[in-house]
């Protein structure tokens, strides 16, 4: 840098120069937590990988903003016939696909793009499929695979859906990020070229933000989709995910409006955060459930009255305020009051450590008997500290005779482990992925989940059966009636203590309008704008 | 020197296959696979984790792994990232620009004031400036890369404002990546200003990633100097009638640099493996970030890959000192 020169111009250029971008004003940068790992949302599950593609995409139906139900997108209506089996989709007219540096339309989107969507989840043989090989798995946790009998398009603008068993959640399960609808043209185009591949890092949608860039581990890029089909939803210019995986770093960005939204503050820093005049925090009930799950094959919790014990002796209110800090709300049912069919007649079992040692007792546990606990390694929104939370359940349950070992694994193991059952009672939790009661109450507790997400190993006729009857009815009302009896009965069983539902803390600057936390901690940023 | 060269390469190859078998082994052994991880606490459908496996290879017997594995690296095939489905190789070329742009800047910054303070206290030895400088480095060694990071930015960007929070530049500054290194990207744009700002984002993390490095040079040139300013031909130089800069900087320093060299040369190592910490405070986007995230998600590709690209560098920096060495003392080249 001896030169004079070059200094002289770099010294002028930097003094003399506004904002970096013409269009800075109106530019929103979003702290998010992760890289993603492609664009392709079919192929992942995590809140970071879809958050990523929320703005590129639309689906058939979509979340209302903020809510749980599923409203029309790309389909403006769909119909179902009587016995619940077809599905019939009227498709958005005059829907144009991103044009891009790699891929100009040259049609409006239509049902062949619906077809390829499907298609390439359902068949093993669909071209593309061949061509780029991968899986789909929520789509094939979600059953569709088994389910979905045929995808067929009557008319350009038309598709019929055919179920082979009644799915009460299938619009629901629609309205997720990994039915986003692709383009079969550019589809086409990428087998053509050889390079299917692009289709999980150079991606085009119909939504409302264009993909423009991404850097790993540094940014993503979007840009303004000036030919969105519904403007009203666009008021940003760009918009830009600043990645950045530290939690403290993140809220000293939002500070300094070096972004505008920032991702999951640790709960210690949300009475700071809502103390800074520059900013807003959004408080809303977390659409999750926290829960101490006990392995009913294990001795002695196979025993109603042993869960009993354990579940009265839990001081729930302590574990709020030190696991929690106040941002959590507690838990009496197996799922959160925010779902629909939600029993507000439940209540818990009175803490009582005398009564819930004259339980054990009966039982026959001798006082100072072992039994171990498992505590997760990680922070998950349902539970932001497990060891304390284990510590705590630990000195609870020696106040009624129990020696409680406290063990931990590696995440992964940990999964593995408890899904395997190997645990005596573990700490787990859920967030709803798609707003229906069977994504509580089948998901996580019925007999066909055990080896999956039911981690207490439960299996009760009476309940599995209430549930199981529930799935295939369309009509809410009777659904809810069923799902009401299914909770008093687990409730009675004990195979689980719920804890807590934690409160989504979610902190932006006060410049920001139109933002909504999604109950399902999904980021969409349609109809977000900034103040001047 | 042909001997020597050819013996030292021969050495380089069971260190290779080491690396590899290390990696591969290494990494398998942490609980879990790639699907399971990626599935966390969702269901995992059995007939997808099946297919899933197969398609990634990993339901073959390790040793068929390994000679898989060992067979594409003859071919120069890094494979593909299990999890982004890119290539491992241009994975590697996209980020080590950032980290080696972080290393280096916090090598500069530890080199020159790591020589400066370490030959100001061997000359003023047992002053109140040598305890200061040596105490100083001291903590500076102590000192755990993360929390110094989160003290740095809390005092200068949230307290003065002096600096930014993270990252490489203002996200507004819209720059393409050409060569991956900011400071000449930034130059290249056609927004010549945004080199000042990816300066200022530079200073905080390579002062926190140049500390431990900083202790370290300080106290070595300090005790070097020392040494080298007792020798006899320091006191003949000074006898002569040189100027006392002359003495310091010409006779002293140039000996006393040795061993700092070599201490310099093994940073290197250090500078890649604090990288890790840096990088994560500062949500720099370099290779240190991306291995965590590999690990955490078993994307054995990119674990086993990128600790060789990166052994591979280390072993070629210590391969040129090993040969310089080599020429600069003849005694070690004829060392069997």
């Known amino acids: 840098m001896r030169n004079p020169l070059v200094l002289s111009v770099l010294i002028s250029a930097g003094v003399l120069a506004g904002s970096p971008l013409a269009s800075a004003a109106n530019s929103l940068v979003f702290c998010s937590e992760g890289s993603p790992a492609g664009f392709d949302t079919a192929q992942y599950t995590t809140a970071t990988d879809n958050d990523a593609s929320e703005p590129i995409y ?19 209506s769909w119909d179902v016939s009587e016995d619940g089996l077809t599905w019939t989709f009227h498709l958005r007219d005059g829907v144009k696909f991103h044009t891009t540096k790699w891929f100009t339309p040259t049609r409006n989107f239509n049902a062949d793009d619906v077809l390829f969507t499907f298609n390439r989840m359902l068949n093993p043989e669909h071209p593309f499929r061949k061509a780029y090989p991968t899986e789909f798995p929520y789509f094939t946790g979600m059953s569709l695979d088994k389910n979905i009998a045929s995808v067929e398009k009557t008319d350009p603008m038309t598709v019929v859906m055919k179920l082979n068993t009644v799915d009460a959640a299938f619009i629901q399960n629609l309205a997720m990020s990994f039915a986003a609808i692709l383009s079969a043209e550019y589809a086409d185009q990428l ?10 890092q150079k991606p085009v949608g119909t939504g409302p933000y264009v993909f423009q860039r991404y850097q790993k581990d540094s940014n993503i890029r979007y840009a303004a989709n000036k030919d969105y089909w519904d403007p009203s939803q666009v008021k940003l210019d760009n918009l830009i995910f600043s990645i950045s995986v530290d939690a403290s770093a993140r809220m000293q960005k939002l500070r300094k409006n070096e972004c505008q939204v920032s991702l999951n503050p640790r709960p210690a820093d949300v009475a700071g955060l809502k103390a800074d005049p520059k900013l807003q925090v959004i408080e809303k009930p977390g659409f999750n459930l926290g829960y101490i799950a006990y392995n009913v094959q294990h001795k002695p919790f196979d025993q ?6 354990l579940d009265m002796a839990v001081n729930k209110d302590e574990i709020l305020k030190a696991v929690y800090q106040g941002a959590g709300q507690k838990a009496v049912n197996a799922m959160p009051p925010t779902q629909w069919s939600y029993d507000e007649t439940i209540t818990d079992a009175p803490y009582n450590p005398e009564k819930a040692k004259e339980l054990l007792k009966a039982a026959g546990v001798k006082d100072g008997t072992e039994i171990t606990l498992w505590a997760m390694p990680v922070q998950r929104p349902y539970n932001p500290n497990a060891k304390l939370m284990a510590e705590m359940l630990q000195s609870d349950w020696a106040k009624i005779g129990l020696k409680v070992k406290i063990v931990s694994y590696e995440w992964g193991e940990y999964i593995k482990r408890t899904k395997n059952g190997e645990h005596d009672i573990s700490l787990i939790g859920w967030t709803g992925d798609n707003g229906d009661p069977d994504n509580w109450l089948g998901t996580l507790y019925s007999c066909d989940a055990i080896g999956g997400n039911n981690y207490s190993m439960w299996c009760n006729k009476e309940y599995d059966t209430l549930v199981k009857n529930a799935k295939v009815v369309t009509d809410r009302d009777q659904r809810t009636v069923l799902y009401k009896q299914a909770q008093q009965l687990l409730k009675q069983q004990v195979p689980i203590t719920p804890i807590a539902h934690s409160t989504v803390n979610q902190p932006l600057s ?10 399902f901690g999904r980021n969409a940023f349609s109809g977000v704008s900034l103040k001047d | 020197m042909f001997s020597f060269i050819a013996r030292r390469v021969g050495l380089l190859i069971p260190t290779f296959f080491g ?59 890094l494979g593909e990232s299990l999890r982004t489905r890119e290539s491992v190789w241009s994975e590697f070329a996209a980020l080590f620009p950032a980290t080696l742009e972080l290393a280096s800047a916090a090598l500069l910054f530890a080199g020159i004031l790591g020589l400066l303070a370490g030959v100001i206290a061997a000359l003023k030895r047992g002053s109140l400036f040598d305890h200061g400088v040596m105490g100083i480095s001291l903590a500076g060694y102590s000192m755990p890369i993360f929390w110094w990071g989160l003290i740095l930015i809390m005092f200068f960007s949230v307290g003065l404002g002096w600096t930014p929070v993270s990252g490489r530049i203002d996200l507004l500054y819209d720059i393409e990546p050409k060569t991956g290194f900011m400071l000449i990207d930034t130059l290249l744009s056609d927004q010549p200003e945004a080199f000042w700002d990816a300066l200022h984002h530079l200073i905080l993390p390579a002062i926190v990633l140049g500390t431990i490095p900083l202790a370290v040079i300080a106290r070595m040139t300090r005790s070097s100097m020392l040494e080298v300013l007792r020798e006899d031909y320091i006191r003949t130089a000074r006898a002569k009638g040189l100027s006392p800069a002359r ?32 990088e994560t405070i500062f949500s720099w986007p370099g290779i240190g970030k991306w291995l965590i995230e590999a690990i955490g998600a078993r994307d054995y590709p ?11 560098l280390v072993i070629l920096v210590n391969f040129v000192v090993d040969i310089l060495y080599g020429f600069a003392n003849p005694r070690i080249r004829h060392q069997r």
């Open chain 1, 58 to 76: 639309n689906r058939l139906a979509e979340f209302e903003k903020g809510g749980t139900a599923a409203v029309p997108a790309l389909a403006t």
């Open chain 1, 191 to 200: 087998l053509k070229t050889g390079k299917p591949s692009d289709i999980n």
């Open chain 1, 304 to 309: 109603l009255q042993v869960r009993q014990a």
């Open chain 1, 510 to 519: 006060a410049k920001v309008e139109g933002f909504t936390v999604s109950p």
């Open chain 2, 19 to 77: 690396i590899t078998l290390l990696t591969f082994a290494l990494i398998r052994m942490i609980p879990g696979d790639p699907v399971e991880v990626m599935m966390g606490e969702r269901r995992v459908d059995p007939e997808m984790h099946a297919q899933a496996m197969e398609r990634l290879g990993l339901n073959k017997p390790l040793h068929e792994q390994y000679i898989d594995y060992i067979t594409k690296l003859a071919h120069g095939d």
């Open chain 2, 247 to 278: 003495v310091v900087f010409v006779h002293g320093l140039r000996n006393a640099l040795i061993p700092v060299l070599t201490v310099v040369g093994l940073q290197v190592g250090t500078l890649l493996a604090g990288a890790v910490l840096t």
């Open chain 2, 302 to 312: 990119v674990v086993q890959n990128g600790i060789l690209l990166i052994a591979c």
